[in-house]
């Protein structure tokens, strides 16, 4: 979080002019909490473990990422975190899901969050986090992810042939161009240096960052099972782009729950009530 306040100060400060690598920084750079006393205790009872994934984009080298499992289980179920997050902010998730049996639980720190050492990460990266695991570690069962990590779950679904029986999306981000400009607002970062930001963004990556809207990327059929957990009143993840993204998806069985707000959804017990009934029912592989 220090760091992350220092960029924040600095852009403030140079409102006349703010710099291009600033601004890059700040949406690039996820700020980091430490892991409190419950979450250390849940993670010493894990199976831990490494794998690579490849940055295309910022050093063009492979970065670690570590991963965590509870439970040896034939069924799997996937973990995807939020940005500034990271695998244990599922705590309350995954301690209600180790009571099911036969299930393994997988979850894991991105690249620059948690414990992943990176110094910048990006939604690339973290769907290219879910592949690797896919390749390499187990086939999901099922897939969950919360706000950029329902994003980045829905991206390396349709990238790679992953045929997980059931899809869960809590407070999924569905407009990330949007996103960034609410970022760049907060630190009152004016139209004109914005625009300079998302001419450099579709340089780098190199589609502009408009490409990264679930609503006209989502591409998976109607014979999933697709679950969407969502607060209508979340500023993060505003209910007028989910709406639209529900319009063009009927079959997504989405469903509300209010005042729980972006980041507190993934404690609500209502929400994981939901959660663990349907990884209940999952089918043996």
């Known amino acids: 979080m220090k760091r992350l306040k220092q960029i924040i100060n600095e852009l403030k400060l ?4 703010p710099d291009a690598a600033r601004m890059r920084e700040f949406i690039f750079y996820s700020p980091k909490m430490p892991l409190r006393l419950h979450q250390e205790q849940l993670i010493a009872a894990s199976k831990q473990f490494s794998l690579q994934v490849f940055d295309a984009h910022f050093t063009k080298a492979n970065v670690t990422i570590n991963c965590f499992s509870w439970g040896n289980g034939k069924r799997k179920v ?29 979850a894991f720190d991105a690249p620059g969050n948690g414990s992943s050492i990176s110094e910048f990460s990006n939604l690339m990266l973290y769907a290219d986090s879910v592949k690797s695991i896919a390749f390499n570690y187990a086939q999901p069962s099922a897939l969950i992810g919360h706000s950029l990590g329902g994003m980045a ?3 390396a679904f349709q990238a790679i042939i992953l045929k997980p029986h059931l899809l869960i999306s809590i407070a999924p981000l569905i407009r990330l161009k949007e996103n960034f400009e609410q970022s760049l607002d907060s630190v009152n970062i004016g139209v004109k240096d914005q625009d300079i930001f998302f001419s ?34 979340d500023h993060i993840s505003p ?12 079959t997504i069985s989405a469903k509300s729950f209010e005042n729980v707000g972006h980041y507190k959804i993934l404690k609500s017990a209502e929400v994981i009530e939901d959660i663990v009934e349907r990884i209940s029912s999952l089918p043996m592989p």
């Not at 140079?14 to 002019?17: D, I, Y």
């Not at 679930?214 to 009143?233: I, V, W």
Request: glycine share 2%; no cysteine; aromatic share 14%.
């Open 153 to 155: 779950n829905i991206i």
């Open 200 to 233: 450099n963004f579709a340089k780098e990556f190199p589609v502009p960052a408009e490409h990264f809207n679930l609503a006209e990327l989502y591409q998976l059929g109607p014979d999933l099972d697709h679950f969407l957990a969502y607060d209508p009143d």
């Open 14 to 17: 140079t409102q006349a002019e």
């Open 239 to 250: 209910y007028p782009f989910l709406k639209e993204f529900l319009a063009k998806n009927p």
């Open 78 to 106: 996937l973990l995807t975190h939020g940005w500034a997050s990271k695998a244990l902010d599922f705590y309350e998730l995954i301690t209600e899901l180790q009571k099911i049996e036969d299930l393994e639980i997988i």
